[in-house]
């Protein structure tokens, strides 16, 4: 069981935090994972709204997990910056299956 406990929780109609979860993207391996990363030097120039960023291989896929401060950044992460990262490094503009959940709890240090 994941309990997530957000800074950023509903608050009479304010932005609600996220969870995205990619499970089939072009982004298939460590290497294309650490290529894409590198594209868009994420380790040094965090997505506006963006609260946690994780990645891995889960049951033989490569999955990625982000927290958002609302899918409205999500949103714009992916189209603005992220589909054509990936147009450019693997032909295909998707990022490929990304569900959002809102959270309910969500604890960061």
Do not use: N
Request: hydrophobic content about 40%; proline content about 4%.
């Amino acid at each position: 069981m994941v309990r997530w406990k957000a800074r950023h929780t509903r608050l009479e109609g304010k932005a609600v935090a996220v969870i995205s979860i990619i499970r089939s993207s072009p982004i298939s391996d460590r290497q294309a994972y650490e290529a894409l990363v590198e594209k868009l030097d994420l380790d040094h120039k965090h997505p506006l709204g963006l609260l946690f960023h994780a990645a891995g291989e889960v049951e033989g896929a490569w999955q990625i997990v982000d927290v958002w401060y609302s899918a409205e950044y999500a949103e714009r992460f992916e189209r603005d910056t992220l589909e054509p990262a990936l147009q450019e490094l693997t032909g295909k503009a998707e990022a490929g299956g990304a569900k959002r959940y809102e959270l309910h709890h969500l604890v960061t240090p």
